[in-house]
């Protein structure tokens, strides 16, 4: 289907704000604050209005903000576009979090809020009164401050690259690398990689203690002993606990690991090496070539829109519209910030999907992936308030884990060689249950740094390392590579951005394998349930959601052994 022949979503036409304002100043967006704080609600009627009213001023906000967000890491090294981030987060949203508390605490007073649809908004509700427990005055300029230093981390690493045969490359090009056949090549690129890395080592150290000593004093300023506690508050964790999240560190060091030690084991022998090193864990332990499911961003675009059309029309459809509309951002360049991302658009409903594809097969994973997101972005478009949009991460990877491996059953679109299409799979699979190890390891070092805030940098770097050998078979060898074990934590974007946000992705996981299973057995059915999933937005709890979807919210060792079981035995398959 051609683009031509696709509908192009347009913005709603707004009913509280102009259509044509710019947000230049606090000036051009101060007055509709102002008209929310001081209106008379006189009904429920008139409370629902607000309420609309409120999420159109949100909406536009959100993505005003989103494409500064999405121009400056698109292009790091321009500085136009970094102070115009920066305007924002430092003349707008200070000067909007104080309002928003005003609006949150008029919300919960109003006498007309118990005759608003329980049904509906009660998970608004419940996150607004959280919200106001939260906030606090003192505590604006400290998260002005994180929100500009946590994005020197994407600067930093999206100037790191190496040269190569006389030509300059990024890290995620040399990382293409690591499947070469030929060992000596893997093992010169790992090292240039790791060079590269150490340069940045202590800087990052240092940005990170300057993190971690504003989020702590964000949790005292809020009444919380450390940043952990306070974070796990913020995030809205209202469906389970931190001791959920040691027991689902727990289930997977114990059902996983060994899993990951015969693999790594299987590797070392068919590779026929005397120490499986860290440059071997990549490259097809056959000898044959890298993986190359496209050779371009723009044909990444095109089997990706196929392979999204052969899942269900509509979800080929929402990647035919995001490519019409200039939403893809796809390869990586010099300059460019590291990872991948969905960023949704509140208000024109169409997310923009930027990732760094060097044409390997993680490229392809990275994409389907965020084409989940995309879905999800889609399915919600309508929705009338727009906190109702904004899921949780636990609901926002179901979303995207799913779609990787739902996707998977269509990936003779890359893979034209069935070899080469049951090799996909092998890996992707393989690669499902691994991460989960990552997963772990990288939750469980992050509540040891919050909790103990004043550790040293020594401190940091040996927890790392010990908390990483808890989830590694210890088939790899880093004789003489201690220092690049000790810092393998600082190529987690999250944990400089986005701190806490990782365990969701361990719990998703676990339900699109799930989903996933149910595809398998029936993919009319099981794609309805993901959908009608995906449609409840944040209406309901997770475990109502992952209910819809077909699926259970659950990471006891018993549900983590089923699953994995699973796997194990569709990889046995191939």
């Not at 440059?279 to 056959?286: A, L, N, P, S």
Request: glycine residues 4%; charged residues 30%.
């Amino acid at each position: 289907m051609e683009a031509k022949e696709i509908a192009i979503p347009s913005k709603p036409i707004r009913k509280f704000l102009p259509q044509d304002l710019i947000i230049d100043s606090w000036a051009k967006i101060e007055p509709y604050f102002v008209d929310l704080k001081n209106r008379t609600i006189s009904s429920v009627n008139e409370l629902e209005k607000w309420l609309v009213d409120r999420s159109e001023l949100e909406a536009v906000l959100s993505e005003d903000f989103a494409w500064r967000y999405i121009k400056m890491t698109c292009d790091t090294a321009n500085e136009e576009l970094t102070n115009s981030y920066n305007f924002f987060v430092e003349e707008i949203e200070p000067k909007v979090a104080p309002l928003g508390n005003d609006l949150n605490i008029k919300f919960i007073a109003s006498e007309y809020i118990g005759q608003l649809n329980q049904d509906r908004y009660a998970i608004y509700i419940r996150g607004v009164k959280k919200a106001l427990e939260l906030y606090r005055d003192e505590n604006i300029p400290l998260q002005t401050k994180i929100a500009t230093e946590s994005q020197k981390y994407g600067a930093i690493t999206a100037a790191m690259t190496i040269e190569w045969q006389g030509k300059e490359i990024t890290l995620q090009m040399a990382a293409s690398m690591l499947k070469d056949t030929d060992r000596k090549i893997r093992e010169e690129v790992y090292h240039k990689i790791q060079e590269r890395r150490s340069k940045d080592t202590d800087v990052l150290n240092e940005l990170f203690t300057e993190l971690l000593n504003l989020r702590h004093q964000v949790a005292l300023n809020a009444g919380f002993k450390n940043y952990h506690d306070y974070k796990f508050e913020e995030l809205g964790r209202f469906d389970y606990t931190v001791r959920d999240c040691y027991n689902f560190h727990q289930s997977i060091s114990k059902e996983i690991l060994p899993l990951a030690e015969v693999s790594d084991k299987e590797r070392k022998k068919a590779l026929n090496v005397e120490v499986l090193k860290p440059w071997d864990g990549d490259v097809d332990v056959q000898g044959k070539a890298p993986l190359k499911p496209f050779n371009s961003g723009a044909e990444l675009v095109e089997k990706s829109i196929e392979c999204f059309y052969k899942i269900r029309h509509s979800f080929g459809e929402y990647l035919e519209i995001m490519k019409a509309m200039g939403h893809l951002d796809l390869d990586s360049r010099k300059g460019k910030a590291p990872g991948g991302y969905n960023y949704p658009l509140y208000e024109i409903g169409v997310p923009f999907i930027f990732m760094n594809s060097v044409g390997v097969h993680r490229d392809l994973v990275t994409m389907v992936h965020e084409g989940g997101h995309a879905i999800h972005s889609f399915v919600t478009r309508d929705m009338e308030i727009t906190d109702f949009k904004s899921t949780p991460s636990e609901v926002a990877e179901l979303a995207s884990m799913s779609m990787e491996l739902i996707s998977m059953e269509h990936w003779d679109v890359f893979f034209k060689n069935a070899d080469d299409l049951k090799r996909a799979k092998k890996e992707q699979l393989d690669k499902s249950l691994r991460t989960l190890l990552w997963i772990a390891a990288v939750d469980k070092f992050q509540h040891w740094m919050y909790e103990n805030p004043t550790h040293t940098v020594n401190e940091r770097m040996t927890q790392w390392k010990n908390v990483i050998a808890e989830f590694s078979s210890g088939v790899y060898d880093y004789t003489g590579l201690e220092a690049v074990r000790e810092r393998g934590w600082q190529s987690q974007l999250h944990i400089y951005e986005v701190p806490f946000y990782y365990i969701e992705y361990g719990m998703a996981q676990l339900g699109a394998i799930a989903v996933w299973r149910n595809y398998k057995k029936n993919p009319e059915d099981a794609l309805n349930k993901y959908e009608a999933a995906l449609r409840l937005g944040y209406t309901k709890s997770i475990p109502e959601i992952y209910k819809a979807a077909g699926v259970k919210f659950d990471f006891s060792q018993a549900y983590v052994k089923e699953l994995a079981d699973f796997v194990k035995a569709e990889l046995d398959k191939l």
